[in-house]
Structures are given as C-alpha cells and as structure tokens.
C-alpha cells in the first residue's frame, strides 16, 4: 500500500507539472495562432480543423508527456503483462468466442494482444496510444461541439483534453477501454449530426423545388 501511495502521489505531481505546462502552452499557442487563425471560420474548414487539431494536440501532449515515462500500474499485470490470454498465441479468438476473460472487452482486449506483440513489457507504447486515442476524442468533442454551434467549442475541447479528471484514463494503461469506447461513441453522434444536417438540407431542397 505505501508503494502504491508513493506512486500515486508522484503521478499525480507529475500531472500537476505537465496540466501547467499544457496550459501555458495552450494560451501560448492560442496567442500565436489568433493571427494566423484571424478572418478564418468555420466556413474555412481544413484550415480552422487544422489549427484547433494542432492545438489541442499541442496541449495534450505536453501536459500528458510524464505519462511517457510510467509505468505499468494497479490491475495492469492481471489484464495485460501476466494474463495468459494475451501471452496465448490464440488469445485473439479466446477474447472473443470463449468466457476464459476476466471481463468481456474484446476490442481493448485485442488491442492489447495486437500492442503485446508490438511492444511486449515495455509500457511506454501503451502509454502513447492511449495519449493519442485521449487527443482524437478532444478533436472529435470539438467537432461535434462545432456541428451543434456551441460557442467557444474549441475551449471546451482544451478543457476536456488536459483537465486531471481524464488522468486516470489517459495515463493507465488497462483504461484503454475508456478511451477505445469514448473514440467510438464520439464517432458514432459526429456521423449522425452529419447525417442529421444532410437530411435537412435535403428536406429543404426538395421543399424549395
């Protein structure tokens, strides 16, 4: 338990030190892109996508980069480092069409099967996928914010991306699930807002016509 404590509190400094740097960074990079972002809108799309992606990343990134150097923590060796599943050569199919899982995750589960071949017992793999997923979903909450005209959508995204509630998700490596499903779901409103918006428009040029 002490060790566990010790980690716990020197991950959490860690985050502390990071989330102010993402911060300071962020206003930074906000104050230098104000002008290359200035009389563009969302009417400019892959412009204005870029410049809040490359901000929003930029943020994440720099206050999740001590997760880099983690380790693997908590229940991570009873899902991933001693799971026999994972290890298994047919643990891919097991996950899927056998009850031997401690719980049913199969896409997480397989994705950890596929990253064990990949990097083994070496966590820092893990840890940048997991930042990566964490950064899709600030950049698709921030899209979908964009869809239904929330104001000051790309702040919210900023906020979502690097505020200390999403640690224990980005930075622990069994909580891939987290991040897997939130990419999933944040894709499955974003295309039906999409789908939403064709249909109207749709709608309305047939009642023009």
Not at 112 to 136: C, K, Q, T
Not at 186 to 208: G, K, N, P
Request: net charge negative; proline share 4%; aromatic share 14%.
């Amino acid at each position: 338990m002490h060790d566990s404590d010790e980690l716990m509190r020197e991950a959490l400094v860690l985050v502390a030190i990071g989330s102010v740097a993402g911060f300071s960074l962020a206003y930074l990079a906000a104050r230098s892109l104000g002008t290359v972002l200035h009389g563009i809108g969302p009417a400019d799309p892959l412009a204005y996508g870029t410049g809040v992606a490359l901000l929003l990343s930029v943020a994440l990134v720099a206050a999740y980069l001590p997760a880099f150097r983690g380790g693997f923590i908590f229940d991570d060796n009873v899902f991933l480092t001693e799971n026999p599943l994972i290890h298994a050569a047919d643990g891919l199919s097991r996950f899927w069409f056998s009850r031997e899982a401690l719980d049913y995750w199969p896409v997480t589960s397989s994705t950890l099967w596929l990253e064990w071949r990949l990097w083994g017992d070496r966590p820092m793999g893990y840890h940048v996928l997991n930042v990566v997923l964490h950064a899709a979903n600030a950049i698709l909450i921030w899209a979908i914010l964009q869809y239904l005209n929330i104001p000051y959508a790309w702040w919210v995204a900023l906020v979502f991306a690097i505020h200390p509630v999403n640690v224990a998700t980005a930075a622990w490596v069994s909580e891939q699930k987290n991040t897997q499903s939130m990419f999933f779901c944040a894709l499955a409103v974003l295309s039906y807002l999409r789908f939403d918006r064709r249909s109207l428009q749709s709608q309305r040029r047939i009642e023009y016509e």
